[in-house]
């Protein structure tokens, strides 16, 4: 089957226009989409064998329905004046979800800042989360893997970090594998191409999980690149880009899973583009109406990954009414414990600000540290 990328207008792309019909051909380059079930739930092609497994697809299935109401909550916080600036993953839960539902402990996850879904699979507690957006550092020493990085607030800038691990890990001959998550606005960076072209020259094993959602705060994908698809990026770095339905956490797992295990396997990098869209203001900072239509959001309610896994697992006779109710009240309970959690953790000192960035901090900065404090200089 084959499975070339489509122009996004249908027409032929300046990029794939000949250049000269007498010229020879030299290279040609394909891109892969991926996707198993359609928006309403039912099966679009055969699905992969752990889509059987029940209690991994609803473990995936409760995992999203935990984090669509944690940022409820979140962001119900922030407008309280009890939390700073939160980044929601509305409309784009699988992406999360379904790259760490596919990964080892001992590999190293690298989240851009709007990735909650993946630190929480991967254990990190939800009122940690809200300590690191409260602006509380503790946040970020984390339950979830030590070897784990932090949130990322600059953009792309994990991607150099994520080909250093991977470099380190290439080097130290361990099996394990770092997965780089970032935006549609990210690969416009010179970051990310370095990264990846780092990581394609050195074979590394390292996955780079695009979540492309069509926007970077208010600029457009059409205004993001040229290119028909962001995955062909790729191609230039010398590996492998598919893309993949983004909505769909069961085409995310498995495009995960054998990206994961060919790198730990020692075949090089990858790139994934989930394509999905953020159906929520790109942080509580944002009014996305300012940009876009509603009816272009509303057009998009109808592909999003909760209720697309849900129709499946009815279907399947996997996931009753029942069990909805009791995972509603489960989840509830727990961003609840949450949140109070997090609301009763008394803010650390001013100075402590300090406290995290120098071995031995500056004499400017001691200064800063000392008046803060209280201690005066004599
Ligand atoms: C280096 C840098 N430049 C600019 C910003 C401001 N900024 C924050 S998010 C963002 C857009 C990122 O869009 P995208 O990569 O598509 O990720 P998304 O927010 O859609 O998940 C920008 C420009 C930043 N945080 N870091
Ligand atoms: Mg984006």
């Given at each position: 089957?084959?499975?070339?990328?489509h122009n996004r207008s249908g027409s032929e792309s300046?990029?794939?226009?000949?250049?000269?019909?007498?010229?020879?051909?030299?290279?040609?380059?394909?891109?892969?989409?991926?996707?198993?079930?359609?928006?309403?739930?039912?099966?679009?092609?055969?699905?992969?064998?752990?889509?059987?497994?029940?209690?991994?697809?609803?473990?995936?299935?409760?995992?999203?329905?935990?984090?669509?109401?944690?940022?409820?909550?979140?962001?119900?916080?922030?407008?309280?004046?009890?939390?700073?600036?939160?980044?929601?993953?509305?409309?784009?839960?699988?992406?999360?979800?379904?790259?760490?539902?596919?990964?080892?402990?001992?590999?190293?996850?690298?989240?851009?800042?709007?990735?909650?879904?993946?630190?929480?699979?991967?254990?990190?507690?939800?009122?940690?989360?809200?300590?690191?957006?409260?602006?509380?550092?503790?946040?970020?020493?984390?339950?979830?893997?030590?070897?784990?990085?932090?949130?990322?607030?600059?953009?792309?800038?994990?991607?150099?970090?994520?080909?250093?691990?991977?470099?380190?890990?290439?080097?130290?001959?361990?099996?394990?594998?770092?997965?780089?998550?970032?935006?549609?606005?990210?690969?416009?960076?010179?970051?990310?191409?370095?990264?990846?072209?780092?990581?394609?020259?050195?074979?590394?094993?390292?996955?780079?999980?695009?979540?492309?959602?069509?926007?970077?705060?208010?600029?457009?994908?059409?205004?993001?690149?040229?290119?028909e698809?962001?995955?062909?990026?790729?191609?230039?770095?010398?590996?492998?880009?598919?893309?993949?339905?983004?909505?769909?956490?069961?085409?995310?797992?498995?495009?995960?899973?054998?990206?994961?295990?060919?790198?730990?396997?020692?075949?090089?990098?990858?790139?994934?583009?989930?394509?999905?869209?953020?159906?929520?203001?790109?942080?509580?900072?944002?009014?996305?109406?300012?940009?876009?239509?509603?009816?272009?959001?509303?057009?998009?309610?109808?592909?999003?990954?909760?209720?697309?896994?849900?129709?499946?697992?009815?279907?399947?006779?996997?996931?009753?009414?029942?069990?909805?109710?009791?995972?509603?009240?489960?989840?509830?309970?727990?961003?609840?414990?949450?949140?109070?959690?997090?609301?009763?953790?008394?803010?650390?000192?001013?100075?402590?600000?300090?406290?995290?960035?120098?071995?031995?901090?500056?004499?400017?900065?001691?200064?800063?540290?000392?008046?803060?404090?209280?201690?005066?200089?004599?």
């Amino acid at each position: 089957m084959s499975c070339r990328g489509h122009n996004r207008s249908g027409s032929e792309s300046v990029a794939s226009r000949r250049i000269n019909q007498d010229l020879p051909v030299i290279a040609r380059f394909e891109v892969c989409h991926r996707s198993y079930l359609a928006p309403d739930g039912s099966i679009q092609r055969p699905l992969p064998a752990f889509a059987s497994d029940a209690k991994l697809l609803t473990a995936l299935y409760r995992a999203m329905v935990f984090l669509r109401l944690f940022d409820r909550k979140a962001v119900a916080l922030q407008r309280t004046g009890r939390l700073g600036t939160y980044a929601v993953s509305l409309g784009q839960e699988a992406v999360s979800v379904g790259i760490a539902s596919a990964m080892r402990e001992e590999d190293v996850l690298l989240p851009s800042y709007r990735d909650n879904g993946a630190l929480i699979w991967r254990g990190v507690r939800p009122e940690e989360i809200l300590l690191f957006w409260g602006g509380d550092e503790r946040g970020n020493q984390f339950s979830g893997p030590a070897h784990d990085f932090p949130f990322c607030v600059p953009v792309g800038s994990q991607a150099p970090h994520a080909a250093g691990v991977a470099y380190a890990l290439k080097l130290r001959k361990q099996a394990r594998v770092a997965v780089c998550l970032f935006g549609d606005g990210a690969t416009s960076k010179g970051d990310v191409y370095e990264a990846m072209n780092f990581a394609g020259v050195h074979k590394l094993p390292l996955v780079f999980v695009v979540a492309n959602n069509q926007w970077a705060i208010s600029v457009p994908l059409r205004l993001q690149t040229a290119c028909e698809t962001l995955a062909q990026k790729a191609i230039a770095a010398g590996f492998t880009g598919e893309r993949v339905d983004g909505s769909d956490v069961v085409a995310m797992h498995a495009a995960a899973e054998a990206a994961i295990a060919a790198a730990r396997d020692g075949k090089g990098p990858h790139l994934i583009e989930a394509v999905t869209y953020r159906l929520g203001d790109h942080t509580t900072s944002d009014d996305a109406s300012r940009y876009r239509s509603a009816d272009d959001v509303q057009a998009h309610w109808k592909e999003e990954p909760i209720a697309r896994l849900r129709n499946y697992l009815v279907a399947q006779k996997m996931w009753s009414k029942v069990d909805e109710e009791q995972l509603a009240a489960e989840c509830h309970e727990r961003v609840d414990a949450a949140a109070d959690v997090y609301l009763a953790t008394a803010p650390r000192r001013p100075e402590t600000m300090f406290d995290h960035l120098y071995a031995d901090l500056p004499e400017a900065y001691a200064a800063q540290r000392r008046e803060l404090a209280g201690e005066h200089d004599a």
